[in-house]
């Protein structure tokens, strides 16, 4: 990416995709395409944002556009197009709806940025990177979706308040798939070292690790609409590991082959963020049910992936 200023592509000027905007901009990572169907509100939001920026203090760009013309030679795009999940919906809910926006954005943005990175956000976000992957044809360690990053750092706030300590210190780690199959790892998650496990009873322990898992619907159950803050922070802390090339360890929905016996699919694991993308990806010395849990949870993500054909999407 050179000296240049990084071009960042995001799909969707919703919640989701507006707030990352904000994020991007606001952290001085890149300057910014705010792409959507709807061209008023894309500019709307592009110009209310950089409208702030004599007071925020910030020299990026951002540009609303419902043209992708406008996206040529981005960076990266993040995909947060697709419907929102509301109360009573499961992620997997918006298959198919997601699955044929995904789809046409997709490729749409690598026709205009065919050496991009690709971070998918649109639920259920394993599925949909999996199908991203393969409609814009990048190599695997170009695709990759946001959701461990959400995840893990709902269970460092967690930990944080039930030590009463400052989140700081807290670090989680949070594999497999961003639903209801999600596996928190407490034996990987520390407090300055500390496992957190010699911190925690083991009964609180659990009722934490239940929290992480629901922790979106928990939200809606309250907003009536999927949360956006917390998605909007985790991916620029994504993009700007990529384009600052900080070699960050992360939880992301990557392509695995192989690594934990899973082959072919798109789940959440650690991996090494930089400028080459997902440049290597951490296998984990896992107790026995930890792995079950982690290939039990990429079973139900492959399930939903074999839909796609079903629903001739792929």
């Given amino acids: ?71 040529k030679d981005s960076d990266i795009v993040v995909i947060t197009a ?56 990048l190599p695997e360690n170009k695709v990759m979706g946001m959701a461990g990053v959400l995840d893990s750092s709902r269970m460092r706030y967690f930990i944080a308040a039930e030590l009463n300590v400052s989140v700081e210190d807290v670090q ?29 009873p083991p009964s609180r322990i659990l009722e934490i690790n239940d929290r992480t898992r629901k922790g979106g619907g928990e939200i809606i159950e309250h907003l009536g609409t999927s949360s956006y803050y917390g998605a909007a922070s985790s991916i620029a802390d994504m993009v700007e590991a990529i384009v600052q090339d900080k070699k960050r ?10 690594q934990y016996g899973i082959n072919d699919i798109f789940i959440g694991v650690p991996v090494k963020l930089g400028q080459g993308g997902i440049e290597d990806i951490i296998e984990l010395s896992l107790a026995p049910e930890e792995l079950d849990a982690l290939r039990n949870s990429a079973a139900l993500v492959k399930e939903n992936v074999g839909k796609l054909t079903e629903l001739q999407l792929i």
């Fill in 1 to 71: 990416m050179g000296l240049s200023v990084p071009k960042v592509t995001i799909i969707g000027a919703g919640n989701v995709g507006a707030t990352c905007a904000q994020k991007v901009i606001e952290k001085n990572i890149a300057n910014v395409v705010l792409l959507d169907r709807n061209v008023g509100t894309a500019k709307g939001k592009a110009l209310d944002l950089i409208e702030s920026s004599p007071v925020e203090l910030h020299s990026r760009t951002i540009l609303g556009t419902d043209s992708y013309e406008d996206t």
């Fill in 82 to 137: 697709g419907l929102p999940r509301k109360q009573g919906q499961s992620r997997d809910d918006l298959l198919k709806a997601n699955g044929e926006i995904v789809s046409s954005v997709t490729q749409e943005a690598v026709k205009y940025s065919p050496n991009c990175m690709i971070i998918v956000v649109s639920n259920p976000v394993d599925v949909m990177t999996h199908l991203s992957w393969l409609k814009s044809k």
């Fill in 172 to 200: 989680a780690m949070v594999l497999g798939g961003h639903g209801d199959q999600m596996v928190p790892l407490p034996r990987y998650s520390t407090v300055s070292g500390i496992p957190v496990l010699e911190l925690i």
């Fill in 249 to 258: 360890i992360v939880p992301a929905c990557a392509h695995l082959s192989g």
